[in-house]
Each structure stands twice: as structure tokens, then as C-alpha cells.
């Protein structure tokens, strides 16, 4: 269904844009610097009496999985109004030369490079926690969207947004879930891809060549395309959720999709892990033993301030650094490739004469869309109900319950998805569809396993190594 009254409020109202993005900008350099010249907050403090707990409880427990689940209703609205980060990358745009971007920079893996490295410096600076790690983290994704945006951006493009931003990643594969798209009024099949699906230094930020617009990904909602009239321009339509997930091998589907759903929630977990699991310490000391065995003491040197935590009672080490990079890349490692082993097996009980096996295989990767993306969320919400058991007095039991119908929720959906794909390429419940669907299903227990002690709050560490990783602040 065409949304047309919307369509019309964003042409009367998308000039204003710019004032909502500069109070965001404003609000987040407060959230940001306020906390650096606060005190270590104590025990009893809570979010209305310290800006540090106040900032880290926006950033993790409500920012990030609000913009994620925003996505599902509204499109990246986050995006297109209120992200101050692409406002900024786009205002350089107006002062630099407006490069050409060469070839290599436009590379689609460099959204997934980006994500797999702000996941592990946020770890390395501890972002969760210290909120100088936090500043630095985002001073330095700052500094290279501005230097993006001034050196490449033109006519109010957004390069960074397109090709960088890791956030953009992540809202970019859920708004292929999402429930409102912005598409031609009539869909132009591109027959054989004679035309590109991308133009760059043309009217859509983010270089979609708008009559064959086909996928959501890359669109940032900034309402650019719409002319308000009722046949010229974009459109604003709703869809059923799942639409462009379930039919992806219409839809554009890109290859550093597949791996980010199938790598990053291991990557996340790991990030999450190495905090609560004493397997971590077990393997940091094995590995610390091994080059004190060596005589190799430099890595007992206290790592470099810029990617790593240095304050309150945590000096990493670049032990600490290594093990912590090691650990969360062997999760992602591991995981994805048990995931990708799974799905291979159920794509090769799936394929046939007209359903090849790598068209069968990325449509059934997309349908693990939700439970991926929930994985991603799912430790970040363990700040939001840190705070709500700390300063409102929420139950642990109640946390653990949400989080668990929330990852089930997800694992359900995805179920469903795969089900419904399964049929619609066999036709019908033959035994090598059942077989497939229970690769499937085996898939998203692993999800569910992996996540139980974040989800119950496991935790194996001794009282001394959970105050130096903030789980318990001394009084
Ligand atoms: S892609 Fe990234 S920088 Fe651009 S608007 Fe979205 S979140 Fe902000
Ligand atoms: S298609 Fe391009 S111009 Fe239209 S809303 Fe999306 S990003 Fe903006």
C-alpha cells in the first residue's frame, strides 16, 4: 500500500531535517564528553546520579537495539533523521573537492571489515564500561567518516554511509525484514543487469540509480526520492515483513551479507564470552605461560592507550589485547563455519535442476536473518537490564525470561522463513525437505547455546577478576 500522506508530510517537512540532526549532534557530544570529566561512579550510584552509568545506559541498553528493532516498522529512519555521525560525513561533502572514489574503495567488503573491527576495539577500549574507551571509539569512526565524506562526498552524497559504516551494515540487512519500502511506482524488471543498480553523483545519497532500485540495504530513508506527486520519483509503500528477505535472490543479495549473517553473531558472542566464561582465562593464561616459557615479556607491557582500556582499575596488557582478538575471532570462526557447514548440507538436500546450489544456499542464509541479528543485540541488552535490576529493581528472573522469549522469538521466525522457503523450492514436505529444515533447526539451537550464560548470567569468574572487568564496581 502507498503511503501517500507520509510521502507528502516528508516533502512539506525534509528541509527541517538538518535542525533535528544538529540537536542529535549536540545531545551525543554531551553524552560523550560529559562522562569524561565525571567520577568513577560507586556502587549505590545509579543512572540519575552519575552521567557515566546515564551514557553507557542510552548508548548500549537503548540507542543500539532501539535503532535495530526501529528499523522492522520504520525503515532506517535512524538514518535518514536522526543519525548525527552520516549528518556530519555529509556536511564535510559540501566543503571538499568531490573526488571520484576509486574502484577498490568501493569494494562491498568493507562494510564487513568495518563491523568485524569497531566490534573489536569496542572490546579492546571496553566501551561497554570506560567511557574515555568510548569517546576514542567513536572520535576516531568520527574522524574517518568527516575525512570520507569531505574527500568523496558530492551533491549531498553520503560515500561513508554507502561503504563504510558498520552501524549501516547491521540496520541495512534487518530493513531487508522491514515493513515500508521506498520503490519505483513501477517496478522495472533490469533484464540480464544491462543497467547498474548503483550510479554514483545522482540525486539518491547513497547512489541507488532509482528506476531499478530493488533492494532496501543500502537505502537510508532520507526521503530524497520523493516528489509527492503521483507518478514521478520513489514511492513510499508498505510490504509484508520478510517480504524482500524471503524472495533475496530478486532483491540484490550480496555476498558480504552472507557472510556478515553467517560470521558476526560468533564475533559478537566471543565479545561478550571472553568476559563471563573462565575459558577465557584459561586461555589467556595458556597463552601467557607459552611466552613467558619464550622470554618474549614484551606482551606484558601495558598495551597502547589507543585501542586499549587504561582506567579505573583495568590496564590491559597487549596479552590482553591479543587474547581478547584471538578470542573473539576464533568464536566467529567456529561458529560461522558450523553455520555455513549446516547450511550447506541443507542446500545440497535442496538442490535441483532448476534450484542451484548456490541460489539455494543464499536464500536459505538470509532466512537466518533474525536470529543473527538478534544474536548481535542480545549481549549489548545486558546493559539495559543490568540497569533496570540495579536502579529499578527488575528481577534477574524477569531479565533472563525477556532475553530468552526474545532470542526464541527470533529463532521461531527464522524457523518459519526457512520452512516456508523449504517448501516453496521442493513444492512439497519430502523427506530431504524434513532433513534440511532440521539442519536448520540445528543451526539455531547452536545460537541458543551459545548465548545461555549471557542470557542466565553465568558467570565463572572470581570476585577479583569481575571488578576488574566492571561486573561488580567495589563500594
Ligand atoms: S549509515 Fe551509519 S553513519 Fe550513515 S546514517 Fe546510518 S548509522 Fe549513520
Ligand atoms: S532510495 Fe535513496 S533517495 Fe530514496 S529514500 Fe532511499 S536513500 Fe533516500
Partial sequence: MRLQNIENFIVKFRSNIKYIQIFMFVGFLCLTIMPLYSTTPLFNDTIFTSSILLSQFLFWGVWYGLCLFSVIPFGRLWCGVLCPLGAVSQ?????????????????????????????????????????????????????????????????????????????????????????????????????????????????????????????????????????????????????KIGTENFNITKHDASWSEVLFILFSPGLCAGGFLWLILHQYQVFHDQLGTWFLERNDLWF??????????????????????????????????????????????????????IHDFKKVFISLVYQFNPVAILSIVIGLCGKFFEVMHHDFSMSNKIASAIKLLLLLASMLWTLQLSWKKINSITKKSTPKACMSFISILICTCLILYMWWPAIFNLSYMSVVEQIRKHIIVPG
Fill in 91 to 239: 556536511w564535510a561533502g559540501k566543503l571538499g573537492p568531490g573526488l571520484k572514489m576509486p574502484k577498490w574503495m568501493r569494494w562491498d567488503g568493507w562494510l564487513l571489515i568495518m563491523f568485524f573491527g569497531v566490534t573489536i576495539l569496542g572490546q579492546t577500549l571496553d566501551v561497554r564500561d570506560d567511557p574515555i574507551g568510548l569517546s576514542k571509539l567513536f572520535l576516531y569512526i568520527f574522524i574517518l567518516a568527516i575525512i570520507i565524506g569531505l574527500l568523496f562526498g558530492k551533491k549531498g552524497s553520503r560515500p561513508w554511509c554507502r561503504y563504510f559504516c558498520p552501524i549501516g551494515k547491521i540496520l541495512g540487512i534487518v530493513s531487508r525484514l522491514g515493513a515500508i519500502d521506498f520503490r519505483p511506482h513501477k517496478i522495472r524488471m533490469n533484464g540480464g543487469l544491462s543497467k547498474p543498480l548503483y550510479i554514483e553523483g545522482r540525486l539518491c545519497p547513497t547512489d541507488y540509480n532509482l528506476p531499478y532500485k530493488v533492494s532496501s540495504n543500502n537505502c537510508i530513508a532520507c526521503g530524497a526520492c520523493i516528489h509527492g506527486k503521483k507518478k514521478s520519483g520513489l514511492g513510499l509503500y508498505t510490504r
Fill in 300 to 353: 606484558f607491557h601495558t598495551a597502547s592507550s589507543w585501542i586499549s582500556s587504561q582506567t579505573w582499575n583495568q590496564h590491559f596488557n597487549w596479552l590482553d589485547i591479543l587474547t581478547i582478538i584471538l578470542y573473539m575471532l576464533s568464536y566467529s570462526i567456529i561458529v560461522g563455519l558450523a553455520l555455513s557447514a549446516l547450511m550447506a548440507i541443507s542446500s545440497l538436500l535442496l538442490r535441483s535442476k
